[in-house]
T-cell receptor, first 115, second 115 residues
Framework: IAGITQAPTSQILAAGRRMTLRCTQDMRHNAMYWYRQDLGLGLRLIHYSNTAGTTGKGEVPDGYSVSRANTDDFPLTLASAVPSQTSVYFC??????????????FGPGTRLTVL | QQPVQSPQAVILREGEDAVINCSSSKALYSVHWYRQKHGEAPVFLMILLKGGEQKGHEKISASFNEKKQQSSLYLTASQLSYSGTYFCGTEIRMNYGGSQGNLIFGKGTKLSVKP
């Protein structure tokens, strides 16, 4: 059982380049999330999706886009990377259909450096 | 909207107890607690709902004061394995009583347990 996988594990990227971070889950969770984690700032929500075909903006969405074509995949795209997007990116998923206990399961993260 | 965690850091000896607090300025639907070890993904510990329901780790306890919008995580008889950064995540309660749906995380509390 893999849970949530993310790719790549790490990446160094030149400013201005386009980059897609991949996230796949095999738990059939309806909701998926993208967070960035910066030292001293905790986890900040970038975008989320409550079900396939729908997405929403989180706290820090600027410069990022997402899509949710199916239940399992939730890629995050940086259209034109900037150094301030250097961070560790975590994908997470949860089953919110019960509306009660909706703990989130996190992927292993992608460490992105934009030069 | 970001919840405030205290203390920012704590150092314990094995067997000592610790309390980590999480306070929000918003009415809360639930509070989640996660632990993150260095270089790893956050891992779910506990969720506390309004009304007193909770689900989580057997060896960790927590409280949720809905009126004060505060939660506390109690770590008793700490073990070396408890070391890590603890995050609370809060779900904002909407006027109709339901959840906003997403988590807003605090900046974390770094716990170090020494032999």
């Amino acid at each position: 059982i893999a849970g949530i996988t993310q790719a790549p594990t790490s990446q160094i990227l030149a400013a201005g380049r386009r980059m897609t971070l991949r996230c796949t889950q095999d738990m059939r969770h309806n909701a998926m999330y993208w967070y960035r984690q910066d030292l001293g700032l905790g986890l900040r929500l970038i975008h989320y999706s409550n079900t396939a075909g729908t997405t929403g903006k989180g706290e820090v969405p600027d410069g990022y886009s997402v899509s949710r074509a199916n239940t399992d995949d939730f890629p995050l795209t940086l259209a034109s990377a900037v150094p301030s997007q250097t961070s560790v990116y975590f994908c997470a998923s949860s089953d919110t259909r019960t509306g009660v206990y909706n703990e989130q399961f996190f992927g292993p993260g992608t460490r992105l450096t934009v030069l | 909207q970001q919840p405030v965690q205290s203390p920012q850091a704590v150092i314990l000896r094995e067997g000592e107890d610790a309390v980590i607090n999480c306070s929000s300025s918003k009415a809360l639907y639930s509070v989640h607690w996660y632990r993150q070890k260095h270089g790893e993904a956050p891992v779910f510990l506990m969720i506390l709902l309004k009304g007193g329901e909770q689900k989580g780790h057997e060896k960790i306890s927590a409280s949720f004061n809905e009126k004060k919008q505060q939660s506390s995580l109690y770590l008793t008889a700490s073990q070396l394995s408890y070391s890590g950064t603890y995050f609370c995540g809060t779900e904002i309660r909407m006027n109709y009583g339901g959840s906003q749906g997403n988590l807003i995380f605090g900046k974390g509390t770094k716990l170090s347990v020494k032999p």
